[in-house]
């Protein structure tokens, strides 16, 4: 069969596999996934890679529909990126390639594939939403069958894949609810490469990327770092609630709350993390707002830099480097230590320090209390108008709807604080103006 696939007549006739490799080839790569829509699907089977066209002028259509129904008939489909995938074909078994490799290499390869075509065409007409129309089915099948070439090694060798399916879907749907605009005041503050690229209907799309080895996500999409907004100049005022109110739920000590959990130290529930290390930091029972400042400050610096030496008589501190050399010691007689998330970090891939290897640890971990949280969440709000719109670390910004009531506010600080978290809720009109309130 020629590598063009037109009728659903010749999708039937393909020779049916256990396993593929697909990957979306959209109307412009630049664009956000829901600012686009597919021109092609690039389906590769063990024997051989076809065109699956859905929109290009050199072909005949196939139904998307019909494509996913060809999908489902196989037990595991290969990607390159689950995430964005998704966002168009589904399949129960979807494997991201991109987190095998780096659990294979502990690093994120970047394949160089673009025909001349394509560099030319993008060097040209960089904004045009239907590039990929223009560019001929034989140019994308080259550089489609250039990446499946280079990717196909690591089929086989993903490991488990509950966590990457979990994370892909959660952080997805907080792309796909957007954050509205002050379009007036986004203007004046930001400067995207083209907005039509992020941005419809005074709506923006963040995108995460999900491609860090520690697998803490990044989110800077479009000319905008969402999880870097400056606090001090105004800008914050941009992004709006859709419905009535922004109300961020903050956790307070999350990592040093993880840390403990880790390392098996209990704090006093009732007491401010920090208030009970300042304690014993100033050997006093009450601090002052500046002591309590500093208190964060002492302690961060030990937790990431390493303890000083006027800090090891504290217990919390004492357990942490002790934990610090089991843990070295298990990836020096080892050769890895295995994450929460199931990645393994190989000591011959990395140079790590102690201090470096615990903080990855810990990044990985609040990774995968975030994703955990994220899915109840999203399953609370599902049927719900209010929405999560931005995760920030140790913070998750919902765009509520006074419709879905007070209850719903209260069912998510329960999910956030359900394994002896605290969170603090802070409400307002936009990103800029949020507040701490005394009734959450």
């Given amino acids: 069969m020629f590598y063009i696939v037109e009728t659903s007549e010749q999708l039937d006739r393909l020779e049916q596999y256990d396993e593929c490799f697909i990957r979306i080839v959209t109307g412009n790569d630049s664009y956000h996934p829901l600012q686009t829509y597919p ?26 529909s019909d494509i996913q129904a060809f999908l489902n008939k196989h037990t595991k489909v290969y990607c390159q990126d689950q995430k964005y995938t998704s966002y168009f074909l589904q ?86 609810a957007g954050i509205d605009l002050n379009a007036s005041k986004f203007g004046r503050h930001y400067d995207p490469t083209w907005e039509a690229y992020s941005i419809e209907n005074s709506v923006i799309y963040t995108s995460y990327n999900l491609y860090n080895l520690t697998t803490r996500p990044t989110n800077a999409f479009n000319a905008i770092n969402f999880l870097a907004l400056n606090k001090e100049d105004g800008s914050r005022k941009s992004f709006i609630p859709r419905y009535d109110l922004f ?10 709350i993880l840390i403990a959990k880790l390392i098996g130290y209990t704090f006093d529930s009732n007491v401010s993390v920090h208030t009970q290390l300042g304690q014993q930091y100033f050997g006093k029972e009450e601090l002052t707002p500046e002591e309590y400042a500093q208190s964060k400050a002492i302690t961060f610096k030990q937790i990431y830099g390493g303890v000083q030496k006027e800090y090891k008589s504290v217990e919390f501190f004492q357990k942490i480097e002790e934990y610090i050399t089991n843990l070295w010691k298990e990836y020096q007689d080892t050769g890895k230590i295995v994450l929460q998330t199931g990645r393994a970090l190989h000591k011959s891939k990395n140079d790590f320090t102690p201090q470096k290897l615990f903080n990855y640890q810990i990044q990985n971990l609040e990774t995968y209390q975030n994703v955990k949280i994220l899915k109840r969440l999203n399953e609370l709000l599902e049927d719900k108008l209010s929405k999560v719109v931005l995760v920030v670390y140790d913070s998750f910004l919902l765009d509520y709807s006074l419709q879905d009531g007070k209850q719903v506010l209260l069912d998510i600080k329960e999910i956030i604080q359900s394994e002896g ?11 800029d103006s949020l507040k701490l309130t005394p009734y959450l």
């Fill in 91 to 176: 399949h129960a078994n979807l494997i991201d390639l991109n987190q095998t490799i780096l659990d294979q290499e502990n690093r994120y390869k970047l394949f160089e594939c673009n025909t001349k075509v394509h560099q030319d065409f993008y060097s040209d007409r960089p904004y045009v939403i239907n590039i990929n129309e223009l560019i001929p089915v034989s140019k994308h099948y080259e550089k489609c069958e250039c990446l499946y070439e280079q990717l196909v090694k690591y089929i086989g060798l993903e490991g488990s894949l509950e966590f990457y399916t979990d994370y892909a879907t959660q952080y997805q749907i907080v792309e796909k």
């Fill in 247 to 256: 109300i961020e739920f903050d956790f307070e000590a999350y990592h040093l």
């Fill in 39 to 64: 021109v092609l699907v690039y389906y590769r089977n063990k024997d051989k890679g076809y065109i699956l066209p859905i929109k290009h002028s050199e072909t005949f259509p196939l139904r998307l």
């Fill in 421 to 431: 978290f605290t969170v603090k809720a802070k409400i307002g009109q936009n990103y």
